[in-house]
């Protein structure tokens, strides 16, 4: 069965703190896309990566870093020194690589406060 | 400019009223995408296409139809509405493969069944 985990429901920071949002998947497949979407409070899903099974390598974008882990099926994505507009509902999702289905985590609600 | 576009933004209605939520992208993506939010359960995907006259059912397609005509239209069709059917839906559409392969969501409709 194909499952997406996002054991946070809600996280609060401080301003200038880091932060990781976990994620953790089940796939028989042994090819599948992994991303993450962003959720801000004006409702919109905004595109943040994607990831194939293919590729281990860790990508930094910004203060953006995400983490892909085959071994413990792990795609965790961590904010550096967070701002009050990262605020949002992150969701993780994956996909078959033959592309007909998604699955979403059930997201994670980050707050950041001043 | 690229984009997924859905209407109703905001829809009220009765149960048993037929209604049509449309969506539509410009960017000639292969594959649409029907989505319902609910609070704690992330995005569940209801129907899906991969390409004009080819749809499939997600994971809660019942209460549900939709067609694909053309390739830039994806109607959502709720022949009887339920209040269970209460939700915050997203069309999603993506190429099937290439360096833009992931989700580009248009901006929700909130559906209030009463």
């Known amino acids: 069965a194909q499952k997406v985990t996002q054991a946070q429901t809600e996280i609060s920071v401080v301003e200038k703190e880091d932060v990781t949002l976990d994620c953790v998947y089940e796939?028989?497949?042994?090819?599948?896309?992994l991303f993450w979407y962003k959720q801000p409070p004006s409702g919109e899903l905004v595109f943040l990566i994607r990831?194939?099974?293919?590729?281990?390598q860790n990508e930094i974008s910004g203060r953006y870093s995400w983490n892909f882990q085959k071994s413990t099926s792990s795609f965790n994505f961590t904010i550096t020194a967070s701002q009050v507009v990262d605020s949002a509902v992150y969701f993780c999702a994956l996909s078959q690589y033959n592309f007909n289905k998604f699955y979403f985590g059930s997201g994670t609600k980050l707050n950041v406060k001043p | 400019e690229a984009q997924v576009t859905q209407n109703p933004r905001y829809l009220i209605t009765v149960t048993g009223k037929k209604l049509t939520v449309t969506c539509s992208q410009n960017m000639n993506h292969e594959y649409m995408s029907w989505y319902r939010q609910d609070p704690g359960l992330g995005l569940r995907q209801i129907y899906y296409s991969m390409n004009v006259e080819v749809t499939d059912k997600g994971d809660v397609p019942e209460g549900y139809k939709v067609s694909r005509k053309e390739k830039r239209n994806f109607p959502l069709i709720l022949e009887s509405p339920s209040p269970n059917q209460t939700s915050l839906y997203f069309c999603a559409s993506s190429p099937l493969r290439g360096p833009d392969y992931g989700y580009t969501f248009g901006s929700g409709t909130r559906l209030t069944v009463v």
């Open positions: 796939t028989r497949d042994t090819t599948y896309y």
């Open positions: 990831r194939n099974s293919f590729d281990e």
